[in-house]
């Protein structure tokens, strides 16, 4: 997977179309309860490195979220340098996630 940047329309696009991807919450548990994506997995950045081989499949398509794309592409970057073969990083996060595909979500 050569693209590492995802925007929020290409990640609505693809989970219209059922398509099969785990959505990797990388925010901390107060952010996750405020606001987050159904479906998630949530493990925050800090704990990522003790948890990835064990609780992700290295072969699944990933989609890395935090609030505004900073944490999320440090995890998607984490996690390509340990072999995961097609992980992305939400562009913008949450917040352009809220702005630009569901302005219903609360905002932080």
């Known amino acids: 997977m050569e693209d590492v940047q995802l925007q929020p329309e290409a990640l609505q696009k693809a989970l219209d179309a059922d398509a099969a991807i785990v ?3 990388v925010r901390e548990p107060h952010e996750v309860a405020f606001v987050a994506l159904p479906g998630i997995v949530h493990i925050p950045l800090g704990q990522l490195m003790g948890r990835a081989e064990r609780e992700l499949d290295p072969d699944a398509h990933i989609v890395c979220i935090c609030h505004h794309g900073i944490r999320s592409m440090q995890a998607t970057m984490f996690l390509r340098s340990r072999d995961f073969t097609a992980v992305q990083n939400l562009v ?12 219903g979500l609360p905002r932080y």
């Open 23 to 25: 959505l990797l919450d």
């Open 92 to 103: 913008g996060g949450m917040d352009l996630w809220s702005q630009r595909i569901d302005p």
